[in-house]
T-cell receptor
Framework: GAGVSQSPRYKVAKRGQDVALRCDPI?????LFWYQQALGQGPEFLTY????????KSGLPSDRFFAERPEGSVSTLKIQRTQQEDSAVYLC?????????????FGQGTRLTVV | ELKVEQNPLFLSMQEGKNYTIYCNYS?????LYWYRQDPGKSLESLFV?????AVKQEGRLMASLDTKARLSTLHITAAVHDLSATYFC???????????FGEGTQLTVNP
């Protein structure tokens, strides 16, 4: 597809369950970003990849959160032992450059609800 | 730590009226973005402002940037219902590796 694709669009997880969220960036895009958006808030940075290298993971809220991009294209955000406070929309964005540059294209997000 | 503040957070206006949304940020940055978000949807890029004094216009929306004051404005002219959405400003951190977003301004345009 032409845009950033995320799956699943919606995920309901029981507290304590592990989840994996997938992001397919725009083909050829060097940079990939994950953001967390709580209800009624602006997106908050989680982590940044340049190709397969995770250059900044300072926004990950705890060691239960883990992200990878092994081949420099598709990325997975994994949350272990989910908690209710993890409920949010998780947004993925990609950029053609090795930094945010003049454009970051966002996917539609995965809405995670932890019950 | 870079902080981005928007005001107002909620804005209800009548069709045909003008209004301005303000975005202040705390540290030097050379790029500022405005995004629109409709309920349940992702972020749609509206403007990228790259330099002091930059002004961009698209339809009824006009954005400007004053890097010395660390202030951007999004001006709405003769609002129409279709502009109802949440508007975010976002600033690139000096490292270039992340965007820091404001809290968003929820705009409702009433007939």
């Amino acid at each position: 597809g032409a845009g950033v694709s995320q799956s699943p669009r919606y995920k309901v997880a029981k507290r304590g369950q592990d989840v994996a969220l997938r992001c397919d960036p725009i083909s050829g895009h060097v940079s990939l970003f994950w953001y967390q958006q709580a209800l009624g808030q602006g997106p908050e940075f989680l982590t940044y990849f340049q190709n397969e290298a995770q250059l900044d993971k300072s926004g990950l809220p705890s060691d239960r959160f883990f992200a990878e991009r092994p081949e420099g294209s598709v990325s997975t955000l994994k949350i272990q032992r989910t908690q209710q406070e993890d409920s949010a929309v998780y947004l993925c964005a990609s950029s053609p450059w090795g930094y945010v540059g003049t454009e970051a294209f966002f996917g539609q997000g995965t809405r995670l609800t932890v019950v | 730590e870079l902080k981005v503040e928007q005001n107002p957070l909620f804005l209800s206006m009548q069709e045909g009226k003008n209004y301005t949304i303000y975005c202040n940020y705390s540290t030097t940055s050379d790029r500022l973005y405005w995004y629109r978000q409709d309920p349940g949807k992702s972020l749609e890029s509206l403007f990228v402002l790259l330099s002091n004094g930059a002004v961009k216009q698209e339809g009824r929306l006009m954005a400007s940037l004053d890097t010395k004051a660390r202030l951007s404005t999004l001006h709405i002219t003769a609002a129409v219902h279709d502009l109802s959405a949440t508007y975010f400003c976002a600033v690139v951190e000096p490292s270039g590796s992340r965007l820091t977003f404001g809290e968003g301004t929820q705009l409702t345009v009433n007939p």
